[in-house]
């Protein structure tokens, strides 16, 4: 993390000058610490690689399933079913161990003649991640659930 502290009189440092203004200008203010800091954070690097380096998938009760990872590091998940179907909403669940780490609910689109689900997830760590399809608004199972492990 960056701290910068700006003095007053750092307008023109910043780009702040109006069209027109000379530097002249702004060299006549006092430059005085105001005692402001203000944080500008960088990342080098996300923290988490998706270069997707695996794909785990699974059939199950009419649904196919898929992960995309790198290592243990989920970048994105899917399922589908072989026709269009409306009603339906994916429950997606991240688990670390016997640990539940994230639950998400997800809307589907029709592509063809199939009803798919997808995310892009960018969530961190992940030992596995479930998937099923569940009526609109509850948790009642229509299709899987199937899951898929980072475990390679």
Not at 23 to 51: E, F, I, N, W
Not at 55 to 79: D, L, P
Not at 82 to 95: I, K, P, S
Request: glycine residues 12%; contains cysteine; charged residues 15%.
């Amino acid at each position: 993390m960056k701290k910068v502290h700006y003095a007053l009189g750092a307008a023109p440092a910043l780009g702040l000058l109006l069209p027109g203004a000379t530097a002249m200008a702004a060299a006549t203010h006092a430059a005085a610490s105001t005692g402001k800091t203000v944080t500008l954070q960088h990342r080098v690097k996300p923290l988490y690689d998706c270069t997707i380096g695996y794909k785990g998938s699974a059939y199950g009760n009419g649904m196919y399933g898929a992960i995309y990872f790198e290592a243990n590091t989920v970048c994105g998940q899917s399922a589908s079913i072989d026709h269009r179907q409306t009603g339906l909403t994916e429950r997606v669940r991240f688990w670390q161990g016997t640990h539940l780490a994230l639950s998400r609910r997800l809307h589907g689109t029709f592509v063809s003649n199939r009803t798919v689900f997808y995310s892009s997830v960018g969530y961190g760590s992940a030992t596995e991640v479930c998937e099923a399809l569940v009526t609109n608004g509850t948790s009642s199972v229509k299709y899987g659930p199937v899951c898929e492990d980072t475990l390679t």
